[in-house]
């Protein structure tokens, strides 16, 4: 019996659907669930006829597959990975392969693939975007992890990942250990921060112009027309023409309370580890927390009178001003993120594409969008392009969106309609491009009660201070030290 190209643990969705691309694409699948119903439903049902061979042990599966084994993990991130990861270590060869493809924290991988190189294999730790019908019919894919283990996957991986409009593959190697990873826990803060400036826009147009459902369905649907092209524009437009049972929209009916799987929330610890201003992303994963408080919200709610102005603004010119904020903030969402990014590589010693990266994000994952070909672009203009606001592209945006970004910020205030991911947008906007910022003050505050130093616009940067503002404090300094 021909060996398997590559074998698959852990087929609920999205490994099963990843199972059917692969074979769609001419490989060999072998396929292992610890549930060995699902396997049995599987392997009766949609992997009938297919070039997909299952095993009932983890012994077994392992002997299916062609060596060097390639082995991918579709599995719960945390202490279940590592439970396999020491199974399989007792079943494998030098220069086998395990690849763990779900939402895995970038730090836990540093650890495996350490531990798994140091008894001669290779590891992947890789990013898969794209949801259920991504996995099935092309996802992005972030790889990262072991080199030499590249060479292997790279057949296999480009094959079934996406390609994009111009056909590019939306996979490309990342760089080494936790790189993968990190860059997925990435994608997903943005997607955080364009879901939640989505659903503020959402919020403004229904609330102010009191529009319903449909109305909101044909807005969405002509701004995926223009810049605003993406998936989640679209499914957004889809979203609201969607009808329940009677008739009536079904959004209407959803309770306004969010979930979250924790990558938003690494991504906002992260910025504050990196030191990185992530401002936009951070608020869009405090404003899932806050949603989630329902009971207490309602419960305020009667305790607070609403704002509510009247607004005499054309409905037509508003809701051109609100795509417009739309767009520029979304700017504002990617450029914290690639900063992010760039501050990590500097850490960990990734020699990051970014790109690359922008073109393996514009197929297959949830944040694809007509937006990451200009990207792509400011960074083959400039490789080391700090901020992506510096660019001639996206600052030509932000000064023509600007006007309209900050009367749809006014609006909200007026009437108490949240918006905290476009108000921190261009707060962060207005922040990074002031001269003066009041921190003079602060340090001051700092040096006075904790004696913290400051540096002198007089001296040379680097040189630290200390004044004893009481006179009762004396020289002595506190050590200068950064976060």
């Not at 270590?89 to 730090?107: K, P, V």
């Not at 009191?210 to 989640?232: G, H, M, P």
């Not at 609201?240 to 799987?261: H, M, N, R, S, W």
Request: glycine share 10%; proline share 3%; hydrophobic share 40%.
């Amino acid at each position: 019996m021909k060996k398997a190209d590559i074998g698959m643990i852990g087929l609920a969705v999205m490994g099963e659907n990843l199972v059917m691309n692969m074979e769609s694409k001419g490989f060999t699948v072998a396929g292992y669930d610890i549930d060995q119903e699902r396997v049995k439903t599987f392997a009766s049902g949609r992997a009938k006829d297919k070039n997909i061979v299952f095993a009932s042990s983890l012994a077994d599966f392992v002997k299916l597959i062609a060596k060097p084994r390639k082995i991918m993990m579709m599995i719960k991130a945390g202490k279940p990975v590592d439970d396999v990861i020491d199974k399989l270590m007792q079943l494998l060869d030098a220069q086998d392969i395990i690849i763990d493809g779900g939402n895995s924290n970038y730090q836990d991988t540093i650890r495996r693939c350490a531990f798994v190189e140091s008894k001669g294999m290779l590891y992947i730790g890789t990013g898969v975007s794209g949801g259920e019908e991504g996995a099935l019919l092309g996802p992005s894919i972030m790889p990262g992890g072991s080199q030499a283990a590249w060479e292997h996957v790279k057949p296999i991986f480009q094959a079934i990942a996406a390609r994009a409009e111009d056909g590019s593959i939306c996979c490309d190697w990342v760089g080494s250990d936790g790189a993968g990873h990190f860059v997925k826990m990435v994608h997903n803060g943005i997607e955080y921060g364009d879901i939640q400036l989505i659903g503020e826009a959402y919020h403004l147009l229904k609330t102010i112009l009191k529009l319903d459902a449909d109305d909101l369905q044909s807005i969405f649907a002509s701004w995926n027309k223009t810049e605003l092209d993406s998936y989640l524009i679209e499914i957004t437009g889809n979203i609201l023409g969607y009808k329940d049972e009677d008739g009536k929209p079904l959004v209407d009916k959803i309770l306004d309370t969010a979930g979250q799987k924790g990558t938003g929330k690494w991504t906002a610890i992260e910025s504050l580890e990196e030191g990185v201003p992530l401002t936009l992303i951070g608020e869009a994963v405090y404003a899932r927390c806050l949603s989630a408080m329902k009971e207490e919200r309602v419960e305020a709610s009667k305790t607070f009178s609403s704002t509510r102005i009247e607004f005499d603004k054309d409905a037509t010119t508003f809701i051109e001003e609100v795509r417009k904020a739309l767009y520029a903030a979304k700017i504002i969402s990617y450029a914290q993120g690639f900063t992010l990014m760039r501050a990590a590589a500097e850490t960990h010693g990734w020699k990051l594409n970014y790109g690359n990266i922008a073109m393996m994000w514009r197929g297959g994952c949830i944040i694809r969008s007509q937006f990451l070909g200009k990207i792509k672009t400011a960074y083959d203009n400039l490789p080391e392009l700090s901020n992506l606001l510096l660019d001639p592209y996206f600052k030509s945006i932000i000064e023509s969106n600007i006007s309209s970004w900050r009367e749809v910020v006014i609006a909200a205030i007026k009437n108490g309609i949240p918006t905290p991911a476009l108000a921190s947008g261009i707060a962060y906007f207005d922040g990074y491009t002031s001269e003066t910022l009041p921190a003079n003050l602060l340090q001051a505050q700092r040096d006075y009660f904790g004696a913290h130093t400051y540096e002198r616009i007089d001296k040379p940067r680097g040189e630290f201070f200390h004044t004893n503002w009481t006179g009762r404090g004396g020289k002595t300094s506190s050590t200068t030290y950064n976060v």
